[in-house]
């Protein structure tokens, strides 16, 4: 089975998948406007290709700054791309779900991508 990176159309969704995360939360930030679309599918295949390689040990979600507008501001999101990693739930009542582990602003290579990545799993 092909991992999801899942895509939150609403505010609720993006906390449900970070709260329901067993490990890590790769949550990256793209917006819709004219220059920020190619950016944005750019790193859809690079994350889709992240989360094939790591599999269950990485839980992906993509949210579109102007959709997702209760993260954007909770994680400070002032650019696209953002990626943002952050603890997940797993647990119920889980104190840390959502909480900041790691941040990059702007675009990235996979090599650099993985190398974001690899402290935290």
């Known amino acids: 089975m092909a991992p999801r990176v899942h895509r939150p159309l609403e505010n609720q969704e993006f906390d449900f998948v970070v709260g329901m995360a067993r490990g890590p939360v790769l949550a990256y930030f793209v917006g819709s406007w004219p220059k920020a679309v190619g950016a944005a599918k750019v790193m859809d295949g690079l994350v889709a290709d992240l989360a094939e390689e790591y599999g269950a040990r990485l839980t992906a979600v993509r949210a579109d700054i102007t959709r997702c507008p209760a993260p954007v501001r909770r994680y400070e999101v002032t650019g696209s791309p953002t990626v943002v990693l952050l603890h997940g739930g797993g647990e ?15 675009p990235l290579t996979h090599e650099e991508f993985r190398a974001f990545l690899e402290p935290h799993l």
């Open 92 to 106: 119920p009542g889980e104190a840390r779900a959502g909480e900041e582990l790691a941040r990059h602003e702007g």
